[in-house]
């Protein structure tokens, strides 16, 4: 079946340092979204990538589509203490009857220290 | 707009035992989707409706898990009986369509322990 790999597992970083997480999927995906889950909380929906090599921003973060429509990253700039949380990518695989299922990542959790 | 509603948010059962989560999605979505979140994993989907009808069960542990959605509106997950392996949340999402194109909105969920 479909599988949704994300890296690194886990990122600790300084506040206002950089932070990177790559998506990697076994399939070729329609689209792949993004949410980010808080502590304690549920996942929100942050963005959705549909265009093979589509870059999207939003404020400090930075979404990218790869060309195969099988990976992508989430970049961003200059943490902040809000930024804390797991992010999820996710996708649904192209083609077929899926009916758009979505299969998530394993999440990347980041925390960030003041 | 309201968002997704679920309960109980919090539910102890002792295995072998029977229980039930609620869920509510927001007016107007035809999709509802149930998943399971282990702590440290991503949600893994267990059923999804495109109105009342199941598109999608095959996660399902069908033994033991079952689920409707009566008048395509709210939507019921039941585990009879439960393991200890069944320990998570329990989230519920709702969507516009179900095409995979349009963002997921996810509920406060059901943290489920069975001891």
């Known amino acids: 079946g479909q599988q949704v790999m994300q890296i690194p597992q886990y990122q600790h970083v300084q506040e206002g340092e950089d932070f990177t997480t790559y998506c990697n999927s076994s399939?070729?995906?329609?689209?792949i979204q993004w949410y980010k889950q808080r502590p304690g909380g549920h996942p929100v929906f942050l963005i959705q990538?549909?265009?093979?090599?589509e870059v999207k921003k939003q404020k400090r973060l930075t979404f990218q589509f790869g060309e195969a429509k099988k990976n992508s990253s989430l970049h961003i700039t200059a943490t902040q203490t809000t930024d804390v949380g797991t992010y999820f990518c996710?996708?649904?695989?192209?083609?077929?009857?899926?009916?758009?299922?979505?299969?998530f990542g394993q999440g990347t959790i980041l925390t960030v220290h003041p | 707009e309201a968002g997704v509603a679920q309960s109980p948010r919090y539910k102890i059962i002792e295995k072998r035992q029977s229980v039930a989560f609620w869920c509510n999605p927001i007016?107007?979505?035809?999709?509802l989707y149930w998943y399971q979140q282990i702590l440290g994993q991503g949600p893994k989907l267990l059923i999804q409706?495109?109105?009342?009808?199941?598109?999608?069960d095959s996660q399902l542990p069908k033994d033991r898990f079952s689920a409707e959605r009566l008048k395509g509106v709210d939507s019921t997950l039941k585990i009879q009986p439960a393991k200890l392996e069944d320990s998570a949340v329990y989230l519920c999402?709702?969507?516009?369509?179900?095409?995979?194109?349009?963002?997921?909105?996810f509920g406060p969920g059901t943290r489920l322990t069975v001891t």
């Open positions: 999402a709702s969507s516009l369509k179900g095409t995979g194109t349009t963002k997921q909105y």
């Open positions: 007016s107007g979505h035809a999709t």
């Open positions: 399939t070729t995906l329609s689209n």
């Open positions: 990538l549909v265009k093979s090599g």
């Open positions: 409706f495109q109105n009342n009808g199941v598109v999608d």
């Open positions: 996710a996708g649904p695989k192209a083609g077929g009857t899926s009916y758009g299922k979505l299969t």
